[in-house]
C-alpha cells in the first residue's frame, strides 16, 4: 500500500466554483437529439416529444449550461430551417456527419426542452456557410421582446416573451481542415470580431466566445490564439478550448494520465491569451470555454459517418460504450477543470445522450447511465463554494504520452459558509492500492459525512442497459477523520469522493 500526503487549507483558494464548469452539449450528430432527447414514440414523451426519462437523468446529471446545435453540423446549419410549423420545414443534407435533418428539432424545441430541463442554453451561430447578417438575425429572433419582423416571427411561433440567451459560440473549431467553411487565423478572426461586434449592436450584455484550438496537437495551435485574439480581442469574453482523449495501443499508464494535457492546454492558452492582453494594454481578460472535452473513441467504426449516396436520419454514431477506465478519467478531467476555475469560466462535456455520452437510450424503450455519468453528477453536487489547490506529494510513474505523471491527482471545493469540504481524488496506479494521509489541521472540526469509490476489479467493465449499477460510486468505509488528519484507502484505477462537514 502506497502512501501519498495532501495538504488541504482554506488559504489555497483559486476562485469560485463555477456552476458552468458543469456543462453539456447537444449537437444534430447521430442519435443525440433524434431518439436522445427527442422520441415522440416513446412512452414517456411528452406533447413535444421530448423522453422525460432523459430529462430525469440529465437534471440528476447536475448539468448546468447546454450548448447547441453544434458541433461541426452548425458550420452548415440554417437556422430558419427549424422554426415556425413542422410541415413546413424542410429536410436538409448534413455534410459534417454524412445524415439527413428533419428539421423537427430546432431553436424553438430545444428552448422549450431547456427549460424543463431547468438548463441555460449555449447557443451557437453558423461562421462556416453563413456570416454577420445570418448571426444577427438569429439574435433578433431569440432576445429581441418584439416588433420586428424576425422578434414577431417568435412571437407568431409562441414563444411570446424572448429567449434572452447570454451565451453565444462563434463559430466552432474554424481552425479544423475538417470543418465546412474552415478558415485561416486571420480570416476566422476578423469574421468573429464583425460579428461580434454587430451582435452587440443587438444586445450589448452578450457573453461571446471565440474558436480556439480544436487540440493541443493541431499544427497552428498557439499561434491560432494569439492571431485571432489579436484581431477581436475586444469583442469577445472567452476563447473555446476542445479535448478528447482515449487508449491507445493499451497504454493505459498515459490515458490515466491525460488531465497533464488538459492542465497543459488550459495554460498554455491562458499565458497566449495573457500575452494579447499586454500587447494590447488593457485590462481585459480572455477566459476559457472548454465547451467540448470527454473520452471519444475516434478510430472505432462507430465514430466513422456513412458515405455514399445513403443520407440517413439519425444514425448510430460516435455511441462509445464506456468503461471504469474511461469514467476514472472524466473525473480527473473535472479536477483539472475545478483546479483551473481562476481561467476556466464554462465547459461542456461532449455530449448529453447517445452521442459519447453518459447518458444511453434505445429508440422507443429503456434509458440507462454509462460509468462516466458517476463523476460528473458527483462533482456538480458536491464542488460548492470555493475551489482549494491540494498540495499533493505523490510517486510519479513513467507514461509513453506525457513523461513523469503523479500517481494521485486530487482538488478540492470548500463552502465557506456552512464549512462543508469535498475531496475528489483520482488514483492512476494501475495494481497498488494508495492511502491518502490528508492534513486538514487548518480546517478545525471537520468530520467524515459520506466517503465514496467508483472501481471495479474489472477496469474494462462497462455499463449496460442491462446493469448500470455495477460501478455506480460505493461507500469506502475506510474514511476516518483524527486530529485533524483525514486517512482514505483508494483502491487502483479509481475515482474517489470525501464529503467532510463541521
Not at 452578450?206 to 480544436?214: D, H, K
Not at 493541431?218 to 479535448?243: C, K, M, N
Not at 482523449?245 to 497566449?272: I, K, P, R
Request: net charge negative; hydrophobic share 40%; glycine share 8%.
Amino acid at each position: 500500500m502506497i502512501p501519498v500526503r495532501l495538504t488541504l487549507d482554506p488559504a489555497f483558494r483559486v476562485g469560485p466554483v463555477r456552476r458552468r464548469t458543469f456543462g453539456s452539449f447537444v449537437e444534430h450528430l447521430g442519435r443525440c437529439v433524434y431518439t436522445g432527447i427527442h422520441d415522440p414514440a416513446h412512452p414517456t414523451a411528452d406533447a413535444d416529444g421530448f423522453r422525460k426519462d432523459v430529462l430525469e437523468l440529465t437534471r440528476e446529471l447536475g448539468v448546468s449550461t447546454v450548448r447547441y446545435p453544434g458541433g461541426n453540423f452548425v458550420s452548415g446549419y440554417r437556422w430558419e430551417d427549424g422554426v415556425g410549423p413542422l410541415d413546413q420545414r424542410p429536410a436538409r443534407l448534413d455534410l459534417a456527419w454524412h445524415s439527413t435533418d428533419p428539421n423537427t428539432v430546432g431553436v424553438e424545441e430545444f428552448m422549450r426542452w431547456a427549460r424543463l430541463a431547468e438548463v441555460e442554453p449555449m447557443m451557437a451561430v453558423n461562421l462556416g456557410t453563413r456570416g454577420v447578417q445570418e448571426a444577427v438575425d438569429l439574435l433578433e429572433y431569440c432576445n429581441v421582446r418584439g416588433g420586428t419582423r424576425l422578434s414577431d416571427q417568435r412571437r407568431a411561433n409562441g414563444a411570446q416573451d424572448p429567449y434572452d440567451i447570454r451565451m453565444w459560440c462563434l463559430g466552432n473549431e474554424m481552425d479544423g481542415p475538417w470543418q465546412i467553411g474552415h478558415k485561416t487565423a486571420y480570416e476566422y478572426g476578423r469574421l468573429a470580431a464583425e460579428t461580434g461586434r454587430a451582435m452587440r449592436m443587438v444586445d450589448p450584455d452578450l457573453e461571446l466566445v471565440a474558436c480556439g484550438s480544436s487540440g493541443v496537437a493541431i499544427p497552428t495551435f498557439g499561434e491560432w490564439e494569439r492571431i485571432v485574439l489579436g484581431e477581436a480581442y475586444e469583442q469577445v469574453d472567452l476563447i473555446s478550448a476542445h479535448a478528447y482523449y482515449w487508449e491507445e495501443d493499451g497504454d493505459l499508464g498515459s490515458f490515466l494520465a491525460s488531465a497533464v494535457d488538459m492542465d497543459h492546454f488550459v495554460e498554455s492558452v491562458s499565458a497566449t491569451a495573457d500575452a494579447v492582453r499586454a500587447h494590447k494594454k488593457v485590462d481585459k481578460r480572455i477566459h476559457i470555454s472548454f465547451d467540448e472535452w470527454n473520452v471519444w473513441y475516434q478510430h472505432r467504426a462507430e465514430s466513422k459517418p456513412p458515405t455514399g449516396h445513403d443520407w440517413p436520419v439519425a444514425p448510430v454514431l460516435l455511441e462509445d460504450k464506456y468503461n471504469v477506465a474511461d469514467a476514472v478519467v472524466v473525473g480527473n478531467l473535472l479536477i483539472s477543470l475545478l483546479r483551473h476555475t481562476d481561467r476556466v469560466h464554462s465547459a461542456s462535456l461532449a455530449q448529453l445522450v447517445n452521442v459519447i455520452a453518459p447518458i444511453m437510450t434505445e429508440p422507443g424503450g429503456r434509458s440507462w447511465k454509462q460509468t462516466i455519468f458517476h463523476p460528473f453528477a458527483q462533482a456538480s453536487r458536491y464542488a460548492v463554494g470555493d475551489v482549494l489547490q491540494v498540495a499533493v506529494e505523490a510517486p510519479t510513474y513513467e507514461t509513453a504520452k506525457y513523461g513523469d505523471a503523479a500517481l494521485v491527482d486530487a482538488v478540492a471545493t470548500r463552502d465557506p459558509e456552512s464549512g462543508a469540504v469535498a475531496l475528489f481524488a483520482v488514483n492512476r496506479s494501475l495494481t497498488e492500492t494508495v492511502t491518502l494521509e490528508v492534513d486538514a489541521r487548518s480546517l478545525p472540526g471537520l468530520r467524515v459525512v459520506e466517503a465514496t469509490t467508483l472501481s471495479h476489479p474489472d477496469h474494462t467493465w462497462a455499463a449496460t442497459a442491462d446493469d448500470d449499477t455495477s460501478v455506480a460510486p460505493r461507500a469506502n468505509a475506510t474514511a476516518v477523520v483524527r486530529d485533524g488528519r483525514l486517512t482514505v484507502e483508494v483502491p487502483p484505477v479509481s475515482w474517489n469522493v470525501v464529503r467532510l462537514g463541521v
